[in-house]
């Protein structure tokens, strides 16, 4: 991160650049990405109080800058203020990028790079559904769908049964059947 820290009409000490660069430091801690920093302390007397100006400019990657300003008549005061604010700011925008509903646009884009990787597998197996009209115009007696079941090579049967409830025979692995 680039870091550029200015005083207007204002001598910048030693301490201070110190404490404005821990503070930058600390914003590092949201893992986003911080191109360049820039603090702009100024001095502001107006009718005779001495106060100052802190400006905050945060440039993000792939985001717009972020502009924080504080007037104080402690400048350590100031600075931590501006601080809290950033912190907010940056917090924000980092569970922006974390929710819910962002996670399944990056489960999205994680699969498109998965299918992107595999095009040089020739097939991918992908299970087809084939739909069809079941036969649940008249009610059957059990008998009647164990027969109907015998006789096709389909490997179960839903029917409806004589009482109107919904029923399934199936074909078991040992060859015999199955209700529910």
């Given amino acids: 991160m680039n870091l550029s820290i200015t005083g207007k009409q204002f001598e910048l000490t030693d301490s201070i650049k110190n404490y404005v660069?821990?503070?930058?430091?600390?914003?590092?801690k949201?893992?986003?990405?911080?191109?360049?920093?820039?603090?702009?302390?100024?001095?502001?007397e107006r009718n005779g109080k001495k106060g100052f100006?802190?400006?905050?400019?945060?440039?993000?990657?792939?985001?717009?800058?972020?502009?924080?300003r504080h007037k104080d008549k402690?400048?350590?005061a100031a600075i931590d203020s501006i601080t809290n604010r950033a912190s907010k700011i940056?917090?924000?925008?980092?569970?922006?990028?974390?929710?819910?509903?962002?996670k399944d646009d990056k489960k999205q884009n994680a699969l498109d790079e998965i299918l992107k990787n595999n095009e040089a597998v020739e097939s991918i197996e992908v299970d087809e559904i084939?739909?069809?009209?079941?036969e649940l115009y008249k009610p059957l007696e059990i008998d009647e769908?164990?027969?109907?079941l015998k006789s096709s090579s389909d490997q179960f049967l839903v029917f409806n049964d004589i009482d109107a409830k919904m029923r399934v025979?199936?074909?078991?692995?040992?060859?015999?059947?199955?209700l529910f």
């Fill in 53 to 68: 100006i802190v400006d905050f400019l945060i440039n993000l990657a792939k985001k717009d800058t972020i502009v924080i």
């Fill in 145 to 148: 769908a164990l027969e109907k």
């Fill in 130 to 134: 084939i739909p069809t009209e079941l």
């Fill in 30 to 44: 949201y893992g986003l990405d911080i191109i360049s920093g820039r603090c702009v302390i100024s001095a502001d």
């Fill in 169 to 178: 025979i199936y074909k078991r692995k040992d060859g015999k059947f199955g």
């Fill in 90 to 102: 940056l917090r924000r925008t980092h569970d922006k990028n974390t929710t819910h509903k962002n």
């Fill in 74 to 76: 402690d400048l350590y």
């Fill in 21 to 28: 660069e821990s503070a930058f430091e600390n914003l590092n």
